[in-house]
């Protein structure tokens, strides 16, 4: 970009046209604000063209930097963190005093709150074990849940105070939440067809998740006495986020989780010592987190392909859907 372009030396029309911008896709990433910030300087200059490959990485952070500056009155705060698969660096418009389920709220009507509610349950307690931290849905495990469990009913009106009225919703109903949700950006799919939460969700959401899902150990020991020790919401060693897809420790009762994308920084601030952050095992053929985990026997066959630092490179095909499928 040329020295004499205004770009970013106060808040201008085009950090007006970024932060609109931002508002409706409420995520962005270097590559894609790239062409976006390119069409708002050539908008602004059309003498003067600019084009993607002009706007650098400095050029893209000292517009989230001004935003970040602009927006805070407004209770609004971008937040950044590493896409757990692409690995790219995700930058989201954070509401700051209204969490994620209650922007949701607006859009969505009590009842699909609470097929919602379920299907996170699912993601976070019925497909996260200690033997597969799978924290992901497939459509049809989801559809399974439009209508509450009796289970289901009695929680819902003991934490409500209600005598249970949640009618739950219709196999149709509850896809097009599913795929509404989406849309929104807090659900991702894969291409497996997996529903997770999406990085922003994640972001939004880490207080609420930890809240609910973790310290709750006594409540309901249906699983026994590992599934007491078993924390549902963890955080990688390395990068301090939460970790719904990456490695787990080798050592199965071990805390030990790191994003894919941790584990070379891991061993490097370990002068290069290839093990657990938390118990010292070696680090060899760690287990999965994420949907890998959901496949047959993971610990067994994830690491096959390409040693340690394989997260993704053993892609077998899956074989049969997950054990946890029955209920
Ligand atoms: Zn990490
Ligand atoms: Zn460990």
Same mark, same amino acid.
């Given at each position: ?85 692409? /690995? ?76 249970? /009225? ?162």
């Amino acid at each position: 970009m040329s020295q004499d372009d205004p770009i970013a030396s106060t808040y201008n029309n085009t950090h007006r046209a970024f932060l609109q911008a931002l508002l409706s896709t409420q995520t962005i990433t270097y590559p894609t604000a790239k062409p976006l910030l390119a069409a708002i300087l050539t908008a602004q200059t059309p003498d003067r063209p600019t084009l993607p490959e002009d706007i650098s990485q400095e050029d893209f952070e000292t517009y989230i930097d001004a935003l970040t500056t602009q927006i805070s009155p407004f209770d609004l705060e971008i937040r950044s963190t590493v896409h757990q698969t692409s /690995k790219e660096r995700i930058y989201a418009l954070v509401n700051t005093t209204s969490d994620a389920l209650t922007q949701m709220s607006t859009t969505h009507s009590a009842d699909e709150l609470a097929f919602l509610k379920r299907v996170l349950d699912a993601m976070f307690e019925t497909y996260n074990t200690p033997r597969a931290e799978i924290m992901a849905i497939k459509s049809l495990q989801a559809l399974r849940l439009a209508r509450p469990s009796g289970e289901d009913r009695r929680r819902e009106s003991q934490a409500a105070n209600t005598q249970g /009225k949640d009618a739950g919703l219709t196999q149709v109903q509850a896809e097009k939440v599913m795929g509404t949700l989406k849309d929104e950006g807090w659900f991702e799919l894969s291409a497996k067809g997996y529903y997770s939460l999406s990085a922003r969700a994640l972001m939004e959401l880490r207080g609420w998740l930890v809240e609910i899902y973790n310290d709750h150990e006594e409540e309901d020991g249906q699983d026994e006495d590992e599934e007491a020790e078993h924390v549902k919401i963890k955080f990688c060693t390395a990068c301090k986020e939460i970790v719904t897809v990456g490695q787990r420790c080798p050592d199965v009762n071990c805390q030990g989780r790191l994003h894919g994308h941790c584990v070379k920084n891991m061993f490097r601030a370990q002068q290069g010592r290839e093990q657990c952050p938390v118990c010292k095992v070696v680090w060899t053929e760690p287990g999965a987190v994420g949907e890998k985990a959901a496949r047959g026997d993971v610990r067994q066959s994830n690491g096959g392909g390409g040693g340690r630092q394989s997260n993704g490179g053993a892609r077998r095909e899956e074989v049969v859907d997950e054990e946890s499928d029955s209920e």
